[in-house]
């Protein structure tokens, strides 16, 4: 396999690099119960997706 000849420059390398980063995932509030949940996704705390009860949540008192 091929190697480079010349040594890249740091500038072309971060170039290069520029979009291997990672986007952090931003989460909304749950609009029943307020608590921040992950988008497409069931409510940890109350168990509800679109308005409906998907998972049933036990409440502890």
Request: hydrophobic fraction near 25%; charged fraction near 30%; proline fraction near 11%.
């Amino acid at each position: 396999m091929p190697n480079p000849v010349k040594r890249h420059s740091r500038t072309r390398r971060n170039k290069r690099r520029s979009h291997d980063f990672l986007t952090p995932v931003l989460a909304s509030a749950c609009p029943q119960c307020g608590e921040p949940k992950l988008p497409h996704r069931a409510c940890a705390h109350c168990g509800t997706y679109k308005g409906r009860e998907v998972n049933p949540v036990e409440k502890i008192s």
